[in-house]
Every structure is written in structure tokens, then in C-alpha cells.
């Protein structure tokens, strides 16, 4: 009986998966074509494709970008899994005064979205840090100064690498997933390891670290496209072209005047793609099992 | 919560968290502090002056000579976010209850419709730029050819709303049918079984049955539609119209595919008043914590699993 309906089903997918490929198709198919016909109704792909990527590439330095958000993402990606580990490590299997607080206090900060603290965020990074002690001191010495006026200093990064690595090293997502997968560990393996006589350093590199391979790759690799696909931050904390990241640079390509040169946008549009599908192909099996959601809960 | 605590160490665990703690104290709650300092001050950072105003950077959002303004922003954030939600979520239900048939060819189905999760926003907004653009984007290439009409997608205004709800949604397909997808996994299959066999037809089994077992996930993911639509969504916005144009009265106050979020860039860092975008910030901050909390409340409670 189900038999009846199987052609609506088969029409209903065929239109939604043209849908949604088409803007991706299309933007294939630009991205092969010679400038004349990248701007006609022409969907037949042509042979220039490598040199729209070489243009792209090279020409509106693609490269530079690319280079940037990969420098970032990787930084961001090993510096979080290593802070979240340790942190992690230490709500488990320490015992210390105020650990519900500092639990609490790392856990309230995934009500505050970056984006929320943009401006406060913004002048700290960009503004300049005191010329010297002196002037640190004349601020600092009276509290009225620090507790109800904007601070006047900052750290002085815009337009530097450390702007766009440094304020994301820290996740609450991070620290609560490797304390649950900690707390998920038989209590005897920390034990055993403790009476074997090894560091807690040891426990962490030679036991925790290897029964973690799966979560400490799954934030990788969550975290990884989130710095990758990152925009609102960078956009405004770096102004010189040499640093920016690749989604910022991408509208840097398309420029403001008419003479954008579409088929090298479509060509850089797919390249900047290609590192989140690459994880998305090599993780589809895990997708599709509902490996998301095992993850969020 | 069982101790686990089996090493003794009166200095370790603090030096295991101080890097979390001190990055955490320094881009978070620092910054949330001068936020809340910084709303009480009208500042221009062009010129560096800062003078404490009060709480009149609050008033002026709602009654001060731009309160209409922000007045339709927040109108539209509130529509936008909807729009994402309702739409974006309607779609994938649909095609995730196909997709999760027992059909010949449905793997396929399945990796052709999941795939936008790779997409970023920017990505998708530079693809749907070119795709609408008035003179040389395919579509109106085509509907050129076709019917001789060129729609100017980025200046007319609802066609500009709806260009960046269409471009938002498209990018969130994949993660929402990724996500229905793995619902429907946990699904016994022996209701909608049971249901076919008492006669219900497949539109009574869908809004019966499916809806409803799936609300929980429908609930997990109108959160985190939200907060893409209120974050996220600013590259698309960026890259597509800036936040532009200017819509038909009543809507002829600001540009009408400004966001929130949008607006607080423009302000706060295009033309550097910080006091008064610290203050609209606190205000998204505050939206925030409500939804938030909502989704602690009622996260849970929301759950139908049936009677097992």
C-alpha cells in the first residue's frame, strides 16, 4: 500500500535537491566559463577554469586569505582543545574550594555571544595599552577611574593574527563536553593509574587523551568551520587586506565597482568551500547516523 | 554529581584552568563589564569624547528622535528571525520526512539535500549576489529571456527581505535536515505502522504522528535558528544589501533587511558611537537570556516519546 504514494515522494525530493543545488551548480558552471559568457544566460560549462582559479588565486590573492583563515582556524582549533582539556581534566579529577563556581563561572559565558560584546570587545582589542606605568598608575590607582569609566586602554592588536586567535581560545562547549566524557570514564582506570604511580600529566597523555580520540575530534572539527566560516569579528578588527581572513576577503574580491569579475568570484566562492565540505565528506557516514546530534546532547 | 577527585594537588587544577579562566575574564567579562559602562556614556570614538549621559542611551532607543528607527529594526529582526525559522523549519520537515522513506535512491537523496552544511554565510550570500544580481545574475538573465522582466532584487524592498530570508534558509537547510534526519532515526517505526493499517492516510499520519514525535528536535532547533538569525545571518546581510533599502511607510525608517545586530555594527563601529551601540547590544543581550532561559524551562518538558 505504501507503493501508491512512492511517486510523490520521488517528485517532492527531485524538485527539493534541484533547489538546492541549483545555486551551487550554477555557481560551477560560472566558475568554468569565460568572461563574456559568464555574463550570458549560457549554462554550458566552459574550459576556463583553471584560469578563473589561477586569477582568483594569485591575482585578487586568494592565497593571502586563504593562508590567514587557515593560520587562525588551525591555531584556534589546537589552542581550544588543548585549554578545554585541561580544564576539563581539572573539574573531574581535582578536588578544589569554589569548583561549582568556576564551573558556573565557565559555563554562564554561552550566554554571552561574542557578537553581543562587539563594541566593549572591540575597543579593548584595538586601543592602544598605557605608554608606560605611570600612566597605567594615574588610571589605575583611583577606583572611580576603573569601575564607572570605559577603560581608556586596550591591547593595541588590530590588524594582527592575535585580534582573531587569541579571544576565542577559551570554550564553555568545549570544557562541559570533555567533563561529560571524563565523567563518563570508569572511576577505577583513574585509580589504577593513580596507585601505578603516574602524573597526573601521564593519566592525561598516556589515558585520557587516547579514550578520547572521537570527542576531541568532533570539537576539532566543529570548531574548525566555525573559525573558518567566522565573519562579523574579523570584518572589524582587521583593516589591512594582508591579514584578513578568507570570508571577509571574498566580498573584498567582488569589490564595489560594475566590472566585478563574477567568474573568479564564483571560483573563489568555491574554494573558500572546500575545506567545511572536505570534513563534511569525510564525516558524512557520521552525519547521517545522527553523530550531530549524539554530540550537542 | 560523583567525585571523581583522585589526585591531590593543592595548585594543579588551577593551573590546568587559569588559561580557560583568564581568556574567559578577559574577552568576556570584561568586556560585558564596559558594555554595561560604556551604555551609560554617549562616546564617538572618531573624535574621543566621552561624557556620562545617564540612562539616556536607553530612552533614545525607544523614545529618542531615532526611537522610530529602531523601533522598525527591532519589528524587523523579529520578522526576519520568524521568517528564518518558520520557513527554514517547514522545508526541512518536509524533505527529511521524504528523504527518510523507505525508497530506492534515498542515500542519494539524502547527501544532495545535507550538503549546505558546509556552507558559510558569506559563501552563500557571494553565490546568491551574482545569482540576483539586476544586470548580469542568471536569474534575471532568464526570466529576462523568458518574460522580459528584470525584478531589481537588492533595491525593491520586499523582494529584498525576502531575498535574504531565502539566502538564510538555504544556508540552514542542511544543518536543520542533518538534524530532523537523525530524529527520525530514534522514530519506532511501529506508530505510523499501526496508524497506515487503522487507515490514516499519509497527510493525517504526517501531522499525527511525525509532527509531534519530532517536536522535541523542532524545539532544540528553533533555538539555534534564532541565534543564526540573529548572528549569523549579519554576512549575509553584509554581503547582499548592507542592510538596505529604505522600505514603503510604515517601514520607510531605516533600511528594511537591517537586523539588530546589523544596526549595532553601523553605529558602534562604522560611525563609532559606542555608548549608544553598548546600549542596543545590552538590550540583544537581554532577549538572549530570555530565550535562554525559556529553553531550560521548557527545553524538557516539550519531549513526546509516546508511552514507553
Given at each position: 500500500m505504501k507503493r501508491r504514494y512512492d511517486w510523490v515522494i520521488h517528485t517532492v525530493l527531485i524538485i527539493g535537491c534541484t533547489i538546492i543545488m541549483f545555486p551551487i551548480v550554477f555557481a560551477l558552471i560560472k566558475a568554468t566559463q569565460t568572461r563574456a559568457a559568464v555574463m550570458t544566460p549560457n549554462?554550458?560549462?566552459?574550459?576556463?577554469?583553471?584560469?578563473?582559479?589561477?586569477?582568483?588565486w594569485v591575482e585578487a590573492s586568494l592565497w593571502k586569505f586563504m593562508r590567514n583563515s587557515f593560520v587562525v582556524a588551525i591555531a584556534v582549533t589546537i589552542g581550544k582543545t588543548i585549554l578545554s582539556l585541561f580544564a576539563g581534566m581539572a573539574l573531574v579529577y581535582f578536588r578544589f574550594p569554589f569548583k561549582r563556581f568556576i564551573f558556573g563561572f565557565i559555563l554562564l559565558t554561552l550566554m554571552m555571544p561574542t557578537e553581543v560584546l562587539l563594541v566593549p570587545l572591540f575597543d579593548?582589542?584595538?586601543?592602544?595599552?598605557?605608554?608606560?606605568?605611570?600612566?597605567?598608575?594615574?588610571?589605575?590607582?583611583?577606583?572611580?577611574?576603573?569601575?564607572?569609566?570605559?577603560?581608556?586602554?586596550?591591547?593595541g592588536w588590530a590588524n594582527t593574527y592575535w585580534a582573531i586567535i587569541v579571544p576565542f581560545l577559551a570554550s564553555a562547549t568545549g570544557t562541559f563536553l570533555f567533563r561529560q566524557h571524563f565523567m563518563a570514564i570508569p572511576q577505577s582506570l583513574a585509580d589504577a593509574a593513580r596507585i601505578d604511580g603516574a602524573?597526573?600529566?601521564?593519566?592525561?597523555?598516556?589515558?585520557?587523551?587516547?579514550?578520547?580520540?572521537?570527542?576531541?575530534g568532533a570539537l576539532a572539527v566543529i570548531q574548525f568551520v566555525y573559525v573558518w566560516d567566522q565573519y562579523l569579528w574579523p570584518k572589524v578588527i582587521i583593516r589591512r587586506e594582508d591579514f584578513q581572513v578568507v570570508q571577509v576577503g571574498l566580498n573584498?574580491?567582488?569589490?564595489?565597482?560594475e566590472g566585478t569579475q563574477w567568474g573568479y568570484v564564483m571560483a573563489g566562492a568555491l574554494l573558500t568551500l572546500i575545506p567545511p565540505l572536505l570534513v563534511f565528506i569525510l564525516l558524512q557516514e557520521q552525519f547521517m547516523r545522527g553523530f550531530a546530534l549524539s554530540e550537542s546532547k | 554529581m560523583k567525585d571523581r577527585a583522585v589526585f591531590q594537588s593543592r595548585y594543579l587544577p588551577w593551573v590546568l584552568l587559569l588559561p580557560s579562566l583568564l581568556i574567559l575574564s578577559i574577552f568576556i567579562y570584561f568586556p560585558a563589564i564596559q558594555a554595561f559602562i560604556l551604555s551609560f556614556y554617549k562616546s564617538n570614538l572618531r573624535l574621543g569624547t566621552r561624557r556620562f549621559i545617564g540612562f539616556e542611551n536607553f530612552t533614545n532607543l525607544f523614545t529618542g528622535p531615532f526611537s522610530q528607527a529602531y523601533?522598525?529594526?527591532?519589528?524587523?529582526?523579529?520578522?526576519?528571525?520568524?521568517?528564518?525559522?518558520?520557513?527554514?523549519?517547514?522545508?526541512?520537515?518536509?524533505?527529511?520526512?521524504?528523504a527518510s522513506q523507505k525508497i530506492p535512491g534515498a542515500r542519494i537523496y539524502r547527501l544532495f539535500l545535507i550538503w549546505p552544511f558546509a556552507l558559510s554565510p558569506a559563501v552563500a550570500a557571494t553565490i546568491f549576489a551574482f545569482l540576483f544580481n539586476p544586470e548580469v545574475g542568471g536569474v534575471n538573465l532568464f526570466l529576462n529571456e523568458l518574460f522580459g522582466i528584470k525584478p531589481r532584487w537588492l533595491d525593491t524592498p520586499w523582494l529584498a527581505f525576502m531575498l535574504v530570508v531565502s539566502a538564510a534558509v538555504w544556508k540552514n537547510l542542511g544543518y536543520n535536515i542533518v538534524f530532523y534526519l537523525a530524529a527520525f532515526q530514534n522514530i519506532p517505526k511501529e506508530y505510523d505502522e499501526a496508524a497506515a493499517i487503522d487507515g490514516a492516510g499519509p497527510l493525517q499520519r504526517f501531522f499525527r504522528i511525525t509532527v509531534p514525535m519530532l517536536s522535541s528536535m523542532t524545539f532544540f532547533l528553533v533555538f539555534t535558528n534564532l541565534t543564526f538569525s540573529f548572528?549569523?545571518?549579519?554576512?549575509?546581510?553584509?554581503?547582499?544589501?548592507?542592510?538596505?533599502?529604505?522600505?514603503?511607510?510604515?517601514?520607510?525608517?531605516?533600511?528594511?533587511?537591517?537586523?539588530m545586530m546589523y544596526r549595532v555594527f553601523?553605529?558602534?563601529?562604522?560611525?563609532?558611537?559606542?555608548?549608544?551601540?553598548?546600549?542596543?547590544s545590552l538590550f540583544i543581550l537581554f532577549i538572549i537570556m530570555i530565550i535562554t532561559i525559556l529553553q531550560f524551562r521548557y527545553g524538557s518538558r516539550s519531549v513526546q516519546y509516546g508511552d514507553n
Open positions: 549554462l554550458i560549462p566552459g574550459a576556463e577554469l583553471m584560469n578563473n582559479l589561477r586569477a582568483v579593548l582589542v584595538s586601543q592602544q595599552p598605557p605608554a608606560s606605568w605611570t600612566a597605567f598608575w594615574a588610571w589605575f590607582h583611583d577606583p572611580r577611574h576603573v569601575l564607572l569609566e570605559p577603560s581608556p586602554f586596550g591591547l602524573t597526573p600529566l601521564q593519566f592525561l597523555t598516556r589515558i585520557l587523551v587516547p579514550m578520547s580520540v572521537n570527542t576531541i573584498l574580491i567582488i569589490g564595489t565597482g | 523601533k522598525q529594526i527591532m519589528l524587523q529582526s523579529f520578522l526576519f528571525s520568524l521568517c528564518v525559522v518558520v520557513i527554514g523549519l517547514s522545508i526541512s520537515l518536509v524533505l527529511a520526512t521524504f548572528f549569523d545571518a549579519f554576512g549575509i546581510i553584509d554581503i547582499l544589501t548592507r542592510g538596505g533599502p529604505i522600505g514603503y511607510p510604515p517601514f520607510d525608517n531605516a533600511g528594511v533587511s537591517s537586523i553601523q553605529e558602534g563601529i562604522e560611525q563609532g558611537k559606542s555608548g549608544f551601540a553598548a546600549a542596543f
